[in-house]
């Protein structure tokens, strides 16, 4: 069954402290791996899309990165508006293009 | 420039009531998703349309619920005599077509049932 699990659930830094979010993943096939930032009350924005392990992206103090089995979300000196649940999606060759998403990571950047 | 959009925003029906949640995709977009959010879980896949057509319902439930996407006018997520149980944010969100991976979502409509 495919399936994909976040870690940490929650995670509180200070401001300028770096850090990485987990997204691990089974599939059948991995069609594309999917980072969106969901805000209280809103709906998940887009961030990046990885397709092959080694792949990796940026965007402003994010990095994301991706192997056979996870996925990275590296945050290098988040500030506050930061804040936000991380979610992590796959789309797997087997089905439609349907996202199965993991539970998200809270994260909270202290000032 | 407008993403996509869903209305009402928030809506409150009594047990028993019908409500219908829409959706209209981002322009150029023709295909469709919809996802339930139940309070402290993740997203769940409910049901993915292109226009008159149903291409996966594998994520809802069997009774009461039911999508559309017609050729003219938004998506409508159909929820009949609804139960405490279905209160959610559900989220819609759309794609240009097949071989185009990235969804883009809405704002969400959050239902609650009284």
């Known amino acids: 069954e495919d399936q994909v699990t976040q870690s940490p659930e929650a995670l509180r830094l200070q401001e300028g402290e770096s850090s990485s979010l987990n997204c691990s993943y089974t599939v059948s096939g991995l069609r594309g791996l999917f980072w969106y930032r969901q805000d209280p009350g809103k709906g998940p924005e887009f961030l990046f899309t990885?397709?092959?392990a080694g792949e990796e992206k940026e965007k402003e103090r994010l990095k994301a990165t991706l192997t056979k089995k996870e996925s990275f979300l590296h945050i290098t000196a988040p500030k506050p508006e930061d804040s936000a649940t991380y979610l992590c999606?796959?789309?797997?060759?087997?089905?439609?293009?349907?996202?199965?998403f993991g539970t998200g990571t809270r994260l909270k950047v202290l000032a | 420039n407008a993403g996509v959009m869903q209305n009402p925003r928030h809506l409150v029906r009594r047990r028993g009531q019908e409500a219908r949640l829409r959706c209209s995709p981002m322009k150029g977009h023709s295909h469709v998703y919809w996802y339930r959010q139940l309070p402290e879980e993740g997203l769940k896949f409910m049901v993915y349309?292109?226009?008159?057509?149903?291409?996966?319902e594998s994520g809802m439930p069997k009774e009461r619920f039911s999508a559309e996407f017609p050729k003219e006018g938004p998506s409508i997520l159909r929820i009949q005599q609804v139960v405490r149980g279905d209160s959610a944010a559900y989220f819609c969100?759309?794609?240009?077509?097949?071989?185009?991976?990235?969804?883009?979502f809405g704002p969400g409509t959050r239902l609650t049932v009284t």
């Open positions: 349309l292109q226009k008159e057509n149903i291409i996966d």
């Open positions: 990885l397709y092959s």
């Open positions: 969100a759309s794609s240009p077509g097949r071989g185009f991976y990235e969804q883009y």
């Open positions: 999606a796959v789309q797997a060759t087997s089905g439609t293009y349907k996202y199965i």
